[in-house]
């Protein structure tokens, strides 16, 4: 009975052990994040290879937005992102940056804010418009009213990219994941995994990492 009663507590520990979750501690930009690892989940939205539905979204230039509007495009660098997260506020910059070098190219930046503002209230639409005022964004920033649009895509964070090339009148998802490798420093990155997509697609050469982790806060919802 003893060895019974042994058997069954080990048992019991080693359930309780495999389902703790890790907490760490991140500062970016002066602001400290607590950052909880869940067991992993299993993803929901897009893979890579599927297609991307069109959506209308309100910009803060209050005008909608939909890709089908970029006749041009040869595809796109959708970004969910936001104004409060530390983590979106220290790519902001680079964001800009990948519009500038890419818009011309083909493929314009689209930021999409994924948070309601009832569970984050710095997310709000009055302030996304004082946020790309502020910042001089260059692309459309949309506000995802209703979040209807990031769970089609499956975005867990902010930021969060997914890459789309137009193909035969789809929008296909190439990549998805992070901007680069490191969100504490734009000088110490080593790997541009957004570049190095985008790049590729301009050479019609297959994307040689299609998917990274993406790394940021989790996307606000109303409970």
């Given at each position: 009975?003893?060895?019974?009663l042994?058997?069954?507590l080990?048992?019991a520990a080693?359930i309780s052990?495999k389902?703790?979750?890790?907490t760490?501690t991140?500062?970016v930009?002066?602001?400290t994040?607590?950052?909880t690892?869940e067991?992993?989940?299993?993803?929901t939205?897009?893979n890579i290879g599927d297609?991307?539905?069109d959506f209308?979204?309100?910009?803060?230039d209050d005008k909608m937005y939909s890709l089908?509007?970029?006749?041009?495009a040869?595809g796109?660098?959708?970004?969910?992102?936001?104004?409060h997260c530390?983590y979106?506020?220290?790519?902001?910059?680079?964001?800009?940056?990948l519009?500038?070098k890419?818009k011309?190219?083909?493929y314009?930046?689209?930021?999409i804010?994924?948070?309601d503002?009832?569970?984050?209230?710095?997310d709000s639409?009055?302030l996304?418009?004082?946020r790309?005022k502020?910042?001089?964004?260059?692309?459309?920033?949309?506000m995802?009213?209703?979040?209807k649009?990031?769970p089609?895509?499956g975005?867990?964070?902010?930021?969060?990219v997914?890459?789309?090339?137009?193909?035969n009148?789809k929008?296909i998802?190439?990549?998805?994941?992070?901007i680069?490798?490191?969100h504490?420093?734009?000088?110490?990155?080593?790997?541009?995994?957004?570049?190095?997509?985008?790049d590729?697609?301009?050479k019609?050469?297959?994307v040689?990492q299609?998917?990274?982790?993406?790394?940021?806060?989790?996307i606000?919802?109303?409970k």
């Open positions: 009975m003893k060895k019974f042994a058997l069954a080990f048992a080693f052990c389902k703790e979750t890790t760490t991140d500062v930009n002066n602001d994040i607590i950052k690892e067991p992993a989940t299993e993803r939205g897009y297609e991307a539905t209308s979204l309100k910009g803060t089908s509007q970029f006749a041009d040869k796109f660098i959708v970004i969910f992102t936001c104004n530390p979106a506020k220290a790519y902001e910059e680079r964001i800009v940056a519009d500038a890419y011309s190219l083909g314009p930046v689209i930021a804010n994924p948070n503002p009832a569970a984050q209230p710095e639409f009055d996304m418009k004082t790309a502020e910042k001089g964004f260059t692309f459309p920033y949309l995802d009213e209703g979040q649009i990031y089609q895509y975005a867990t964070k902010t930021p969060h997914y890459i789309l090339q137009k193909e009148g929008n998802v190439k990549y998805i994941g992070a680069d490798n490191n504490e420093n734009a000088n110490d990155v080593t790997e541009k995994y957004v570049e190095a997509a985008v590729a697609l301009l019609n050469e297959p040689k299609t998917e990274t982790v993406a790394i940021g806060c989790t606000k919802v109303k």
